[in-house]
């Protein structure tokens, strides 16, 4: 689809590509201050700036809220995935700005339930809301319902960077892929595969829900041991999110994809609905890279907390992501909102 322009193209649906970002907004970034000392890139989940001594890394996001989920569970994944970006900074999230842009539908009782989970969240994070808007518009639907920024304060010396990957690293992956798809798409078209799937199946695949952070990951592994890089698997899953992470740093990542753990019910789900996991969103998926020293300390301490895990690749000479010993490229589009579409189409029908 144009946007009305000769040159790169907005795609359909999902997070603008590299070539529009590169050519559209890196150009347009307002004044060049010094104390900012990570602006924006594609694919890198938050930027910093100095605040005096203290470093401030923050990231925006959608407050996305699927009313189908129940009002408790869309609001803790919508505020987790306002803090999961800057939790890859390495610096524990401490504040958080939110703006609600409702439709009118939405009842007051509905709304007290979303905002009483993100009170819960983020008193649990230690995390406290300064400032925000919340109002009722025409033309604001579900489930894109305003955005929030997060951030974490803290000792830049604790600081991971996104471009910190270097030669040698091990590559550590939590949870696997397409935790996000899995959970959302299961949860949301439960009926449409009930006598399709074993029961079995199902089940497995809805526990995924809560596996929708790398909230916890991230603060683990950063405390674990010594960390180079972190990467939330959003759009574009974990060929995606590895290839960004080369990318970023100027190296090259080889992952051998037998030692990713794959949770129960992620096999069938994506199945069912005709998604390669590979490159399907993955909110609450780790990729991180590691000093070989730190990788045993790094896994022992999230086995600790519950978060199955793995040491899953290496940084190596080159650029670009080698899967199993193949060249492969970024998938440019997530199959997860096609998905989506079809079967919010078919649950109508």
Known sequence: MSVGHDGADMPELGKVDRDFFDEYIYPNLGADREDVTLGPQHGVDFG???????????????????????????????????????????LPPTHLSVDFNLPPEITDEQFATVWETFDRETRAFDVSVVTGHTGRYEGCNYPMVGGG??????????????????VGDRVVVTKGPAIEATGLLTTQFESLMRGELAGDDIDAAMDRFYDMSPVEDALTAAAAGPVTAMHDATECGIYGGLYEMARSAGVGIELDRDAVPVLPG??????????????????????????????????????GEGIPAAAAG????????VVDGEPTDHPGVDPFW??????AQRLEE
């Open 314 to 321: 290496e940084v190596v000479e080159g650029s670009g992501l």
């Open 48 to 90: 910093v700036f100095r605040a005096g001594d203290p470093a401030v890394a923050l990231a925006t996001d959608p407050i996305f809220v699927m009313p189908s989920l129940g009002f408790e569970r869309a609001a803790w994944f919508a505020v987790h995935i306002l803090m999961s970006d800057v939790a890859v900074s390495g």
């Open 266 to 303: 992620v096999e069938a789900a994506c199945d069912f609905f005709g998604i390669d996991p590979w490159v399907s969103i993955s909110e609450g998926t780790l990729l991180a890279t590691v000093d070989p020293d730190g990788v045993d300390d790094v896994l022992a301490a999230l086995e």
């Open 338 to 343: 096609g998905a989506m579409a079809e079967y």
């Open 149 to 166: 920024t997060a951030l974490s304060v803290g000792d830049p010396e604790d600081l991971v960077r996104p471009d910190g990957a270097r």
